[in-house]
């Protein structure tokens, strides 16, 4: 049974760090692509970050400088750290792995909130 489990979400004030974990297991970790993504209420999913296996790392516009994507493939566990974070950060992240054969994986999400 493959699962995605994240945390570090919570609530954040302007400005501040959270980061974020993604533990993985039922899957061979090191073979997937990993991304995070969010969605704010009313409006669509989108990408965030994104690292493959070999370690190679893509971002949002709107997060690069701020954000940094990194995995620990002895771990299972892809991270987001956040720093200077901002209201328009606020969102539910989520975890993605994607294998070959457009196999893929989402978690279950965890709340992010930057608020004062």
């Known amino acids: 049974q493959v699962q995605l489990v994240e945390s570090g979400g919570g609530l954040v004030q302007p400005g501040g760090s959270l980061r974020l974990s993604c533990a993985a297991s039922g899957i061979t970790f090191s073979i997937y692509d990993m991304g995070w993504y969010r969605q704010a209420p009313g409006k669509q999913r989108e990408l965030v970050a994104t690292?493959?296996?070999?370690?190679?790392?893509n971002y949002a516009d709107s997060v690069k400088g701020r954000f940094t994507i990194s995995r620990d493939n002895a771990k299972n566990t892809v991270y987001l750290q956040m720093n200077s974070l901002k209201p328009e950060d606020t969102a539910v992240y989520y975890c993605?792995?994607?294998?070959?054969?457009?196999?893929?994986?989402w978690g279950q999400g965890t709340q992010v909130t930057v608020s004062s």
């Open positions: 690292i493959t296996t070999a370690g190679s790392t």
């Open positions: 993605k792995a994607n294998g070959v054969f457009a196999v893929e994986y």
